[in-house]
């Protein structure tokens, strides 16, 4: 086999249908004297934002929550973003799964809001619309040849290889001897840690420097004067950061040389370059590598700024994945949406301009932090809707929340896929495993899912 070296690189650098009348439902309205009594909610987006805000909505004693999710099975990134040697990240899905299970709360996959329903029609059937659905797209390179095959987001690659249904047409050429990650954060190391992982052994970066059969290539340069800067910085960060100066500067004892020299793959971070170009190949049918401009940094404090020297390096690569950040798409053109930075813009979770609409995790603040973080600002999202819907800012009355818009989703041949489904779909997964030995053999193909369903 081919010895690998993989690397990354980092730098500073429709229309409005009106909803059948409430008086049309008697079977579901039966319950109602005021939005206090039974308050009808939905959640757009089952990730961890939109499990978290309904478990927070789920405190009002008689609150129900419906979560509509475009994808036939439930969870997001959990299941679709999280590395397949990190296992214990999903054991939050025990806990989604706790909410999902009660009483007041349904899940409706299967369903894409801005397609199969508007969020008008939602904001008709529900007291309170909450937008969670995340960010489903990357942010763009911008520059020439990032269109070349051999070149995807590092979000996609990491959908193809945790099974998410729109990806799994990628293909990406892994044959290649080097492949370059543009960009440093934590999708950007997972990635290559999968790279450089041989499958049998796919157990953040402290992970990689002990990685068997790879080796670290560090700069000293590049680290120099850190010693004395990272004395103030929070602890996680000043670990990893020590970590990886005594990788770089440190000579390795006689086992772990032994072990660097016997490696057939290698790992780089490399700091102050910014990707002016994917190169070509001579035939110009695919990426063959990456003109990278060097910076250096101006200024001090807030105002430091990494500029380029005029100097130029071409790093040649076979696969190039660009992971400088997610980013969120419109869903709806109702919603006000803020392109440059990507979010819906809103005050603590309240979507600006216009009431009972409301939207948490990164759609509402920008792709950034881990699930606590999300824990955290969507209970606040949830925390600001209950307290609207106290003061008797959200529409009085009843409102028919499900039973109507099953109607609407019926009339246009949309079949959802309710949490039992999905656990038919996830023992499904389970026994497929267990005949490979493997934890679950995950279904990719959506109308798979929908006809082992009889959808």
């Known amino acids: 086999m081919a010895s690998r070296c993989w690397r990354w690189w980092g730098w500073s650098a429709w229309p409005r249908t009106r909803l059948p009348p409430a008086g049309s439902t008697p079977s579901f309205c039966h319950h109602f004297s005021t939005q206090e009594k039974t308050p009808q909610i939905c959640v757009v987006g089952s990730g961890p934002a939109g499990f978290y805000t309904a478990q927070h909505l789920l405190k009002h004693p008689q609150a129900h929550v419906d979560i509509y999710e475009k994808q036939p099975v439930p969870f997001g990134l959990v299941r679709f973003g999280v590395a397949p040697d990190h296992p214990e990240v999903k054991n939050v899905i025990n806990t989604f799964t706790q909410t999902a299970h009660s009483g007041r709360c349904a899940f409706w996959g299967n369903v894409e809001v801005g397609r199969d329903v508007t969020v008008p029609e939602l904001q008709e059937a529900y007291h309170a619309v909450v937008l969670s659905y995340g960010a489903e797209d990357h942010r763009a390179l911008e520059i020439p040849g990032e269109e070349l095959p051999g070149v995807c987001s590092a979000r996609a690659f990491v959908g193809w290889y945790n099974g998410l249904p729109e990806n799994q047409e990628l293909e990406p050429d892994l044959s290649c001897d080097t492949a370059v990650i543009l960009g440093q954060g934590n999708v950007a190391l997972d990635v290559a840690r999968i790279?450089?992982?041989?499958?049998e052994h796919l157990?953040?970066?402290?992970e990689m420097i002990q990685l068997p059969g790879a080796r670290p290539i560090l700069d000293p340069v590049d680290f120099l004067g850190l010693q004395d800067k990272i004395?103030?910085?929070?602890?996680?960060?000043?670990?990893?950061?020590?970590?990886?100066?005594?990788?770089?500067?440190?000579?390795?004892g006689p086992a772990e040389a032994a072990r660097q020299a016997s490696a057939s793959r290698a790992w780089g971070l490399r700091f102050f370059r910014s990707p002016q170009q994917v190169l070509p190949s001579p035939d110009g049918r695919r990426a063959a590598g990456v003109r990278l401009a060097v910076t250096r940094l101006e200024g001090v404090d807030e105002a430091t700024r990494a500029v380029p020297t005029g100097d130029m390096e071409d790093l040649p690569c076979g696969l190039v994945l660009s992971s400088i950040g997610y980013k969120s798409r419109p869903v709806d053109p109702s919603v006000p949406f803020d392109s440059k930075l990507g979010v819906i813009p809103n005050v603590e979770g309240r979507v600006m301009d216009v009431p009972g609409l409301y939207c948490s995790g990164w759609v509402k603040r920008g792709p950034t932090g881990v699930i606590a973080t999300t824990m955290t600002d969507s209970f606040l999202t949830g925390q600001m809707l209950l307290q609207d819907l106290k003061a008797g800012l959200l529409p009085s009355g009843p409102r028919p929340g499900y039973a109507a818009i099953q109607a609407l989703l019926s009339s246009r041949g949309v079949r959802p896929v309710s949490f039992s489904d999905w656990e038919k779909l996830d023992a499904e997964e389970v026994a497929r495993g267990q005949g490979t030995g493997k934890p679950r053999e995950k279904l990719v193909d959506p109308q798979e899912m929908l006809r082992l369903l009889g959808h």
């Open 231 to 252: 004395k103030e910085v929070p602890r996680p960060r000043k670990r990893l950061t020590e970590l990886l100066l005594r990788t770089a500067t440190e000579k390795p």
């Open 203 to 206: 157990e953040e970066l402290r």
């Open 195 to 199: 790279l450089l992982t041989p499958p």
